[in-house]
């Protein structure tokens, strides 16, 4: 049998105490030392109860670790809005960067879309129904990027901050208060930059982030606990399938290559694939795979 969803990090055999959930083909773990883990970690979908991975082609293979990585829509009054993309080059972001442009209904906005990356790639700058530019990280607070989002006379900012390097957010927060002192600046932390920190470090960091007046942090867990109350599971789940297979369609996955590794410790686990992460030598067109 084969199962969707998060397993736990570690080399040791791990039990799964697996109970229907609330979806056809959805399974709950009901173990009550993972009680208080955020529903997200506990649910698994069951993708063939007669399944055996090693009869399985590198296709299908494939295709069930790029469903691991998708992000659905975020709807939101953006129809006066400027979308900030932090940290773009990212998988999420990508994601994110294509649900704004195709899924959201017509005249619904952005104004206009400022993608920042510490990559210069026009890739990130894909055909959109608003302006789209991208910039770096050391030009944040340039006179033209700054300009660039005056010109659209927007009433709300909306940072979508993906894991931006080091204090970056902060630098942008305060450049962007000063050049549209009448905006509202709003600020969604989605994730955080891949790096070991330090106790001191992360005290830091939280102290200088709530300096960012109207920041608040994404919890997907939640958000999707709360889709699935009001539209069912069964609803749901359905449209999310739906969502990525338009994604799919889109080209989405052309410009970025799956690399297949096994295990958990050592040069070839996820141990090693972290640590890549954390030095900055995972390529922006690259997503880790593991076979444990």
């Given at each position: 049998?084969?199962?969707?969803?998060?397993?736990?990090?570690?080399?040791?055999?791990?039990?799964?105490?697996?109970?229907?959930?609330?979806?056809?083909?959805?399974?709950?773990?009901?173990?009550?030392?993972?009680?208080?883990?955020?529903t997200?970690y506990?649910?698994?979908?069951?993708r063939?109860?007669?399944?055996?991975?090693?009869?399985l082609?590198?296709?299908?293979?494939?295709?069930?670790?790029?469903?691991?990585?998708?992000?659905?829509?975020?709807?939101?009054?953006?129809?006066k809005?400027?979308?900030?993309?932090?940290?773009?080059?990212?998988?999420?972001?990508r994601?994110?960067?294509?649900?704004?442009?195709?899924?959201?209904e017509?005249?619904?906005?952005?104004?206009?879309?400022l993608?920042?990356?510490?990559?210069?790639?026009?890739k990130?700058?894909?055909?959109a129904p608003?302006?789209?530019t991208?910039?770096s990280?050391?030009?944040?607070?340039?006179?033209?990027?700054?300009s660039?989002l005056?010109?659209?006379?927007?009433?709300?900012?909306?940072?979508?901050?993906?894991?931006?390097?080091?204090?970056?957010?902060?630098?942008?927060?305060?450049a962007?208060?000063?050049?549209?002192?009448?905006?509202?600046i709003?600020?969604v932390?989605?994730?955080?930059?891949?790096k070991?920190?330090?106790?001191?470090e992360?005290?830091?960091?939280?102290?200088?982030?709530?300096?960012?007046s109207?920041?608040?942090?994404?919890?997907?867990?939640?958000?999707?606990?709360v889709?699935?109350?009001?539209?069912?599971?069964e609803?749901?789940?359905?449209e999310?399938?739906?969502?990525?297979?338009?994604?799919?369609?889109?080209?989405?996955?052309?410009?970025?290559?799956?690399?297949?590794?096994?295990?958990i410790?050592?040069?070839?686990?996820i141990?090693?694939?972290?640590?890549?992460?954390?030095?900055?030598?995972?390529?922006?067109?690259a997503a880790?795979?593991y076979?444990?």
């Amino acid at each position: 049998m084969l199962l969707w969803g998060f397993l736990p990090t570690s080399s040791l055999p791990v039990d799964l105490k697996l109970v229907p959930a609330d979806a056809k083909g959805h399974r709950r773990e009901d173990s009550n030392h993972r009680s208080a883990l955020m529903t997200a970690y506990n649910r698994y979908v069951v993708r063939d109860s007669n399944m055996r991975l090693a009869n399985l082609r590198q296709a299908d293979l494939d295709s069930m670790a790029w469903e691991a990585v998708y992000l659905d829509k975020n709807k939101g009054d953006l129809s006066k809005a400027v979308v900030v993309n932090f940290s773009a080059s990212g998988k999420t972001a990508r994601a994110f960067t294509d649900s704004l442009i195709n899924e959201r209904e017509p005249d619904t906005g952005p104004l206009g879309m400022l993608a920042i990356t510490g990559m210069a790639d026009g890739k990130l700058v894909p055909r959109a129904p608003f302006p789209m530019t991208t910039t770096s990280y050391n030009a944040i607070s340039d006179s033209d990027t700054l300009s660039w989002l005056a010109d659209l006379r927007p009433a709300k900012v909306v940072i979508c901050d993906f894991g931006g390097r080091g204090h970056s957010l902060l630098q942008l927060y305060q450049a962007v208060r000063q050049q549209l002192e009448t905006a509202v600046i709003v600020t969604v932390g989605i994730g955080s930059e891949p790096k070991p920190w330090t106790g001191a470090e992360r005290v830091e960091l939280r102290w200088k982030l709530a300096s960012v007046s109207g920041r608040y942090q994404m919890n997907t867990s939640a958000l999707r606990d709360v889709l699935v109350e009001r539209k069912g599971a069964e609803a749901f789940w359905k449209e999310v399938s739906q969502a990525w297979d338009r994604f799919v369609e889109r080209g989405n996955l052309e410009e970025v290559k799956l690399v297949w590794s096994e295990g958990i410790e050592g040069d070839n686990g996820i141990e090693d694939g972290w640590e890549k992460l954390c030095r900055g030598e995972v390529p922006s067109d690259a997503a880790y795979v593991y076979r444990v």
